[in-house]
C-alpha cells in the first residue's frame, strides 16, 4: 500500500486527473487567454481612437488638396502658398456645406 501512495505521489496531480478532466481544463486556459487578448486589443483601440481619427482626418485633406496645390504650382508660385490657398478653398467649402445645412443663402460679396 505504501508503494502505491509513494507512485501517486511521483506521478503528479496533472497525470492522475482523467482525459475529460484534462480537456476541460486546457480548453478553460484557452477561453480565458483568448478573452484576456481580446480585452486589451480592444482597450488598445480606445487608447488610439483618436489619434487614429486625427490621422485618417489628415490623410483624407491632404488627398482632397492636392489637386488644388498642384494647380497653383503650376503657376509658378511657391509650394507655402499653394498649401494656403488649399487650405482656403477648403474653409470656403465647409462654409458653404454649413450655409446649405442651416437653410441660409451664402452672402454675395
Known amino acids: ?7 501517486k505521489r511521483t506521478r503528479g496531480v496533472w497525470d492522475s486527473l482523467s482525459w475529460s478532466l484534462r480537456y476541460g481544463a486546457v480548453a478553460s486556459g484557452c477561453v480565458l487567454l483568448i478573452a484576456a487578448v481580446v480585452y486589451l486589443v480592444i482597450r488598445l483601440a480606445v487608447l488610439v481612437a ?8 489628415a490623410l483624407l485633406l491632404a ?4 489637386p488644388v496645390a498642384a494647380a497653383v504650382r503650376r503657376l509658378r508660385a511657391p509650394a507655402s502658398v499653394a498649401a494656403l490657398r488649399g487650405d482656403r478653398g477648403a474653409a470656403r467649402g465647409r462654409a458653404a ?4 445645412v442651416a ?3 451664402r452672402p454675395s460679396r
Not at 97 to 100: L, N
Open 1 to 7: 500500500m505504501s508503494t502505491e501512495l509513494a507512485e
Open 50 to 57: 483618436p489619434l487614429t481619427l486625427a490621422i485618417i482626418v
Open 63 to 66: 488627398a482632397l488638396l492636392e
Open 97 to 100: 456645406r454649413r450655409a446649405a
Open 103 to 105: 437653410g441660409h443663402r
